[in-house]
Structures are given as structure tokens and as C-alpha cells.
């Protein structure tokens, strides 16, 4: 890790072609380790990060030391997004047209700590707000089984965090998604949804 701090960038839609391959790298190292256990498949990604390119409105935040892209956080009009991530919000009807929903934020381990969460945040809610069409973000995240023995002992989870942004956590909005969990394989895995208003610009 360099002693200067990351270079942050914003692109969306055909901005982002580039960079692909990059994040995709970056969601395998990341997600592989603890909560996701994700085992990673190349093609998987390809498919999924080709979705928020083709979304003229969609945003990856990326953070650089130098030219290494050393953290990712996505975002797209739910709308964008398919229907699985959309029937949790149909159920409850909550109109999808206004939600603007945060894929994932990937940040490798020596950066955590800095700051560079919150500029995720900042700058993903600073677009979707630009859009001037949303009045929800929202984000999933993996449900794990507190006393799972493969939990690190020192994990910390980012439940205390996603509340200080003001996000809450929606109990009766879970979907199932399907991957190869490592040393496991294919597994239907439930992902609850957090949530927030999308406040005016001051």
C-alpha cells in the first residue's frame, strides 16, 4: 500500500467497459473469504458486471493506488436489476422505478479502515440523487448463522456501520441467490435487504 491516499473515480455505462475484468478480479479475492465463502467463476462475473454497463444510469465508484484498482462499489436503478432482486420490493409494493440499488462494495483488506467506505457510500448516494428519479437506496447482504463455526474469531461484521449511514435492515425482504460456496459448491444462499430514504440534495 502506497502512503498516499486512493485516487477515487465515478463512471458509468460504456465508462466502465475498461474496468471489468478489474472489478470482477477484485469481487473473487474479496468475496472469496468470510461471509460470502464466494469460490468465484470468471464467466459468472462477466455476465453479472455486463448488466451494469449495458444501465446508461448505472455508477462504479472505483478507488486506485496508482494504476491498481484496489476497491469497487456499484450501483444501479433497481429497475435495471432482475427480477429477483426486484420481487422483495414488488412484494412489499414499494415502487422498483424508485429504488437505486448498491451491488457491492469490494475493498481489499490493507485499505479498510481509511475512509474509503464512506466514500462509496457518499459518492453512490451523490449519483443516485443526481438521477433525480429515486427516493430509496438499498443494498443486500448475506444472512450467516451467528454461531457458524466457519466464522473468523476476529470478524467484524458491518452491521454498525450500514446503521450509522442510516440504513435498517428490512427482515421481511429476502431473496435467495445461488453460488459456489467455497469447499461446499452450488448453495442457495438468502440475502436481506437494507434500506434507506434518498434525501433531496441541501
Known amino acids: 500500500m502506497s502512503s498516499s491516499a486512493p485516487t477515487m473515480r465515478a463512471l458509468s455505462g460504456d465508462a466502465m467497459q475498461p ?5 470482477a478480479q477484485l469481487r473473487m ?11 468465484g467463476a470468471a464467466g459468472y462475473e462477466r455476465d453479472y458486471l455486463a448488466a451494469y454497463a449495458r444501465s446508461p444510469r448505472s455508477v462504479f465508484v472505483l478507488a486506485f493506488d496508482g494504476d491498481t ?6 450501483g444501479l436503478p433497481l429497475a435495471d436489476d432482475t427480477a429477483e432482486f426486484q ?4 412484494d412489499q409494493d414499494i415502487a422498483v422505478a424508485r429504488v437505486f440499488y448498491f451491488g457491492e462494495s469490494v475493498l481489499l483488506p490493507q485499505w479498510r479502515g481509511t475512509g474509503i467506505g464512506h466514500r462509496f457510500f457518499d459518492l453512490r448516494e451523490s449519483h443516485a440523487r443526481g438521477l433525480g428519479d429515486f427516493d430509496m437506496t ?16 476476529a470478524h467484524r461484521d458491518n ?9 435498517v435492515r428490512q427482515p421481511g425482504m429476502t431473496m435467495l441467490l445461488r453460488w459456489d460456496e467455497v469447499d461446499v459448491g452450488d448453495v442457495a444462499h ?13
Open 159 to 167: 452491521a454498525a456501520f450500514w446503521h450509522r449511514r442510516g440504513y
Open 138 to 153: 438499498a443494498f443486500a447482504a448475506v444472512d450467516r448463522a451467528e454461531h457458524d463455526p466457519r466464522r473468523p474469531v
Open 190 to 202: 438468502p440475502m436481506t435487504f437494507w434500506t434507506r430514504p434518498l434525501e433531496a440534495a441541501a
Open 87 to 90: 420481487a422483495p420490493f414488488a
Open 29 to 39: 479475492t474479496v468475496f472469496r473469504d468470510w461471509p460470502y465463502l464466494y469460490a
Open 19 to 23: 474496468w471489468l475484468d478489474a472489478v
Open 69 to 74: 484498482v484496489v476497491g469497487a462499489a456499484t
